[in-house]
């Protein structure tokens, strides 16, 4: 669905990751001819239709085609959610899943609904706490660090 580097997958246990260095070398590659549109370009249907039906738009413009239509979507992955990840659609979503047993991992994407750019953001290991009171976006939940985890 999006790209992830390999040894960070579900399975990896750190409570927070952040993606900034491997998208900034992608965007460097891309900039320098190594790497073409096509191959940072390449959203998968489903992320660009998810981007466009559910994206929580960003301020900023595309590093690749410079439109200001970039936005995030969050998918989780966890016990009983779809090996490809629940796309987070809802408010309030995220925190449910983080009440759920078992350790539910959400990755936040980077997409451009103009030209397909995509990259992986962060990925964050959500807390079983109890959720804000306040509204937040799935955005703001997904950048909830997660509990020490052995
Ligand atoms: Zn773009």
Request: charged share 25%; hydrophobic share 35%; net charge positive.
């Amino acid at each position: 669905m999006f790209r992830m580097p390999p040894a960070s997958g579900p399975g990896s246990s750190e409570g927070h990751v952040d993606y900034r260095l491997a998208r900034a070398s992608v965007l460097s590659s891309f900039r320098r001819g190594v790497l073409d549109r096509t191959e940072v370009c390449d959203a998968h249907p489903e992320l660009v239709r998810a981007a466009r039906e559910v994206g929580t738009p960003i301020p900023g413009e595309c590093p690749v085609c410079a439109q200001p239509e970039l936005v995030h979507v969050t998918y989780v992955f966890g016990p009983r959610l779809p090996k490809h990840g629940r796309c987070i659609s809802l408010r309030g979503e995220l925190s449910r899943l983080a009440k759920r047993p078992g350790t539910h991992v959400a990755y936040v994407v980077e997409v451009c609904r103009q030209c397909s750019w995509n990259h992986l953001v962060r990925r964050s290991t959500l807390a079983g706490d109890p959720p804000p009171t306040a509204e937040s976006t799935p955005v703001d939940n997904a950048r909830r660090v997660g509990r020490d985890v052995d």
